[in-house]
Antibody, heavy 120, light 107 residues
Framework: QLQLQESGPGLVKPSETLSLTCTVS??????????WGWIRQPPGKGLEWIGS???????YYNPSLKSRVTISVDTSKNQFSLNLSSVTAADTAVYYC????????????WGQGTLVTVSS | DIQMTQSPSSLSASVGDGITITCRAS??????LNWYQQKPGKAPKLLIY???TLQNGVPSRFSGSGSGTDFTLTISSLQPEDFATYYC?????????FGPGTKVDIK
């Protein structure tokens, strides 16, 4: 059974970079059939797609965040990562990693999510 | 970006009731519409993709319909485990965008 697990600091200071990693188990991140994405949800609010990456390193980013986002992949560790720079309190959210089929933009497997708070 | 709206924003219902949630896209999206269920403290769960195709393991009391700009999610007979928040999401173009959610709680 495919599982995704987010990891990283739960507290980040304003203006710093938020860094999270998603570890995939029960399947290969190098499958040609899937993209791997990040989605966030501010407390009590809705869902926002951040970006997605293919095992080859090809990426798609949400234009609203593109200037601050980098998503990378490490196939040897079956992991992909999110960096979000220059964070503010508005970036406080639960961050989820998720899978979607190649160029099919619905998310069928999700991690449990990790809360990241931006505060000094 | 394609904007998604949902109605109602919340509803109260009883076990055994049938309910319908509506989702509208700001432009034509064909049948590229997906539905998720989210319970408190949990990740969203994919229920329906392609407007009407049930994800594996989803009970048949859930159904989806619509195309173009207007879509519905129907639960034919609410069960205790169905009380949750439901989100629609368009997958017609990037960025994929979600509706604001419909919270279904117990009357």
């Amino acid at each position: 059974q495919l599982q995704l697990q987010e990891s990283g600091p739960g507290l980040v200071k304003p203006s710093e970079t938020l860094s999270l990693t998603c570890t995939v188990s029960g399947g290969s991140i190098s499958s040609s059939s899937y993209y791997w994405g990040w989605i966030r949800q501010p407390p009590g609010k809705g869902l926002e797609w951040i970006g997605s990456i293919y095992y080859s390193g090809s990426t798609y980013y949400n234009p609203s965040l593109k200037s601050r986002v980098t998503i990378s992949v490490d196939t040897s560790k079956n992991q992909f990562s999110l960096n979000l720079s220059s964070v503010t309190a508005a970036d406080t959210a639960v961050y989820y990693c998720a899978r979607h089929e190649f160029l099919e933009w619905f998310f069928d497997y999700w991690g449990q999510g990790t809360l990241v708070t931006v505060s000094s | 970006d394609i904007q998604m709206t949902q109605s109602p924003s919340s509803l109260s219902a009883s076990v055994g009731d049938g309910i319908t949630i509506t989702c509208r896209a700001s432009q034509h999206i064909g049948n590229y519409l997906n539905w998720y269920q989210q319970k408190p403290g949990k990740a969203p769960k994919l229920l329906i993709y392609g407007a009407s195709t049930l994800q594996n393991g989803v009970p048949s009391r859930f159904s989806g319909s619509g195309s173009g700009t207007d879509f519905t999610l129907t639960i034919s007979s609410l069960q205790p485990e169905d009380f949750a928040t439901y989100y629609c999401q368009q997958s017609s173009s990037t960025p994929p965008t979600f509706g604001p959610g419909t919270k279904v709680d117990i009357k």
